[in-house]
């Protein structure tokens, strides 16, 4: 039995088998079904869990080399929302793009995993190092 870390079997075996360069979406409940790609869904209600809540807990288990986000993020969201993400990202490099740009890098992705978040453009591929 796990007694810590990430306790979801299916995120585990998603993370397990990203590899050098792989990538992987976080996503907020609206990001479209993307039915090619495994998704593991664990949104219960509105705001839970979060993004940031799922990147807290991937960060502690999985090297990040990269993460993109998409450019209308800040605009869309409150200034206490950004920097709550911004400082979850503290550290590791953010490629910021067009949200059209950063969902054309799903079809590509190892999986996904679909939050109940309700921050407006709160999607994230991250980049395995």
């Keep these: 039995m796990l007694r810590g870390g990430i306790l979801n079997p299916h995120i585990n075996f998603l993370l397990s088998r990203v590899r050098h360069t ?5 996503a907020d409940r609206g990001f479209p079904f993307w039915p090619q790609i495994e998704t593991v869904d664990i ?14 807990a991937v960060r502690a288990n ?18 206490e929302r950004s920097e709550e993400f911004m400082e979850t990202l503290d550290g590791i490099p953010v490629s910021v793009e067009p949200h059209i740009e950063l969902k054309r890098r799903v079809p590509a992705a190892i999986g996904l995993i679909r939050t109940g978040d309700t921050t407006q453009y709160a999607n994230l591929v991250l980049e395995s190092a």
């Excluded at 705001?47 to 807290?56: E, F, M, S």
């Excluded at 999985?62 to 200034?79: H, M, P, S, T, Y």
Aim: hydrophobic letters at 55%.
């Design 22 to 26: 792989n990538t992987l979406v976080i």
């Design 43 to 56: 949104s219960l209600v509105d705001d839970v869990p979060r993004v940031v809540d799922v990147l807290r």
């Design 62 to 79: 999985f090297v990040i080399g990269r993460i993109f986000l998409a450019q209308e993020f800040q605009a869309a969201n409150a200034r």
